[in-house]
């Protein structure tokens, strides 16, 4: 069945830094590929999404690119700040009948430090 | 406005008993799904309501666990004879309908649940 794995946490970086969490994943067809995000304290909510290969997703200074190849989609910010502290969630849903349902990794833990 | 809200936000209850879980999601949403999260790991799929029916209760791991959404909006989502196995923290998410790319699901809080 379709799998998603990420980079084991927790990440501890300073403000400013730059950020990478890695996410590849397993699947049949073309699934879509997300980033989601859990502040403390909050409810997941999607940070950014791409739908095919070479598909660019970015937000809140964010970004992850799809590539087919490697079947990856690394979450990576070139300067974070504390406000980023998170636990992040790579996430697919397949591109057929199911396309619904996610399938999640296991979350990475980011604290960023001032 | 307002989020998907989901009571209670903990609930601690001994091996053996029945739990209910409530789900309020966005008003207007048509798709409301059930998602577990135990601890370490990634919010796994349960259900899917797609109105008032389920079209999609694969994700269930037995019959203990059982969920309705009567009028099409609230869900509650019913464990039986509780197991120390099910402690986890229980998500809800609504969505407009469709694909998750096209219609973001926005989570609820969750539920966290303890079984004693």
């Known amino acids: 069945g379709d799998s998603v794995t990420q980079m084991e946490g927790p990440v501890t970086l300073s403000e400013e830094a730059f950020l990478t969490i890695n996410c590849t994943y397993t699947a049949t067809g073309y699934p879509s590929l997300f980033w989601y995000v859990q502040y403390p304290g909050e409810g997941l909510q999607l940070l950014l999404k791409?739908?095919?290969?070479?598909d660019k997703g970015s937000n809140k200074g964010f970004e992850a690119t799809y590539r087919k190849e490697t079947t990856s989609f690394h979450l990576e910010k070139g300067s974070v700040q504390v406000s980023d502290s998170a636990v992040y969630f790579c996430?697919?849903?397949?591109?057929?009948?199911?396309?619904?349902?996610?399938?999640f990794g296991k979350g990475t833990l980011l604290t960023v430090n001032p | 406005g307002a989020g998907v809200s989901q009571t209670p936000s903990n609930k601690v209850t001994e091996k053996g008993k029945y739990v209910e879980l409530r789900c309020d999601p966005i008003?207007?949403?048509?798709?409301l799904y059930w998602y577990r999260q135990s601890l370490g790991q990634g919010p796994e799929f349960l259900i899917y309501?797609?109105?008032?029916?389920?079209?999609?209760d694969s994700g269930l791991p037995n019959d203990r666990f059982f969920a309705v959404r009567p009028e099409g909006s609230v869900s509650t989502l019913k464990i039986q004879r509780t197991e120390r196995g099910d402690s986890a923290v229980y998500l809800c998410?609504?969505?407009?309908?469709?694909?998750?790319?096209?219609?973001?699901?926005?989570f609820g809080n969750g539920t966290r649940l303890t079984v004693t």
């Open positions: 791409a739908t095919k290969a070479d």
């Open positions: 996430a697919l849903s397949e591109s057929g009948g199911s396309n619904y349902k996610l399938t």
């Open positions: 309501f797609q109105g008032t029916g389920a079209a999609d």
């Open positions: 008003s207007g949403h048509t798709a």
């Open positions: 998410a609504s969505s407009k309908g469709g694909s998750s790319y096209n219609s973001p699901l926005h």
